[in-house]
DNA sequence: CGACCAGTTGAATGGGATCAATAGGAGTGG
DNA sequence: CCACTCCTATTGATCCCATTCAACTGGTCG
């Protein structure tokens, strides 16, 4: 292995994933070098996809996994009365196509809410390395588990109250996570689709919005958020 | 390797498998001899159950998945409040315990409905012969995938007669698989775990029961099931 | 047999949906 | 720059589905 061409890919991938989704997904495992290098094999960097503009599409062949490095997506399968409902909303930093590996084809549709930036992952070919880098492959079943045991956070068993405070909880929790403000950031989705996600009518998440301004727990103009008081929100979700 | 062991072994671990939970997780691969006897290793079968019993806890340190071989769980976490929460009812031939990869530790707890038989895997183990068997790895993930997925068949946007036709044709669908009846079956859980699972009143459960009995739907008696339409189930199913 | 629990059924209440009207940005074109 | 349109968000009024409270029934088990 020539020693030059090397590092300077190394510096690529350090300095590309230094601010960027597969953060979560290479930097806490401890990659040597070379592992590193076998890793950005199979990442084809840097994929723009408009606001609006599909990411995958349900029914359709699934070959990738997408790591967000910038911007946001949400997923959403179309029911047999032809209604979408969503089913998960993507930050930067966060993985998704894992719908599709059962079937072999996507079981939701992903679209860009925003102007939005991602990595591109052969899932085969990730699953190669996994099956050789220690804690890969587990690292790959934590995302998966904890997705699985997310779900449940918001459940059928809450009101439209604690829903929408979980949610906002969650947000706030995920752009932490990545660097961002918890108490102040920007909905990149509407009320109706956060109504949607969560099982609600658009007007009600206005009200309950509007309640919480009320009682001094938010600030909100459109799609402005800015959180005043997260104990507050924290005893609303519990109830 | 001397033969005869390894072939009477063998012929144990067929005979067990074949009635068993694990055959949807070893026998859809196509394992060579060596591959089954790797398998074999890291199953300690034939852990009995009995009826309230916990399999596992909420907390309690993750090292094992669990084979159901025979019997059924439900799985529940334990709400700010107290309350609980269902997050999972499992049957004959299903994997349960993944829950408690992320952290660690069980994010819930795990109790027999009935006298039960599962087989404990070592998940790290189990993690190990995934990197060497070429697609176990897969096939682990595509479960997760699969249970990630299936949350939204159940979803927030349903109303009750749609949740509970979903549930009993979720169930036939699953009994079916593995060989029983698709439209008699005994429930092994009350109105009111359906309920809790549903994020419906047992109330509510009864009465649409009832309503489903008068439109000749279903016949039940306590927990007895006998889907007579399962054309119109799955109609009601989609509202 | 009696106690207890699960299941069923009825009546009243309430949370959130629906329908409807208005307000406020954002984008477009004159 | 303003006028116009379109779409999202907000707020009010009414309705309905599911919950809650309550009474009763049937099964099971000591």
């Known amino acids: 292995m020539n020693s030059q061409p090397s590092s300077k890919i190394l510096d690529n991938i350090r ?11 290479c930097l806490p495992m401890g990659l040597s070098h070379e592992e590193m290098l076998t ?15 599909y990411l995958f599409r349900m029914e359709h062949h699934f070959d990738y996994l997408y790591a967000i490095r910038a911007g946001s997506f949400k997923t959403f399968l179309v029911s047999e009365k ?12 966060e993985l ?6 059962e079937p072999g084809h996507h079981q939701v549709t992903a679209v860009a809410l925003e102007t939005s930036s991602v990595c591109q992952l052969k899932f085969d070919e990730l ?17 998966l588990s904890q997705r699985f045991n997310n ?6 068993n809450h009101n439209a109250e604690q829903r929408i405070a979980r949610f906002l909880l969650s947000l706030s929790e995920r752009f932490k996570r990545r660097g961002y403000s918890a108490d102040t950031f920007n909905l990149t989705m509407s009320r109706q689709e ?31 958020m800015h959180l005043l008081d997260l104990r507050a929100l924290q005893m609303t979700a519990c109830g």
């Open 39 to 53: 890793l950005d094999q199979l990442v084809k960097r840097q994929l723009i996809v408009n606001k609006g503009e």
């Open 15 to 25: 300095q590309a994933c230094g601010t960027c989704s597969l953060n979560s997904l």
């Open 82 to 93: 032809g209604t979408d409902q969503i089913t998960g909303f993507y930050l930067p930093g």
């Open 127 to 143: 699953l190669q390395i996994a099956s050789k880098i220690q804690g890969l492959q587990r690292h790959l079943m934590a995302i």
């Open 194 to 224: 956060i109504g949607n996600y969560l099982g609600l009518a658009n007007e009600t998440v206005s009200r309950i919005l509007a309640k919480f301004r009320e009682q001094g727990i938010l600030e909100s103009h459109q799609r402005e």
């Open 151 to 156: 779900q449940f956070t918001i459940s059928v």
């Open 96 to 101: 998704l196509g894992f719908d599709g590996i």
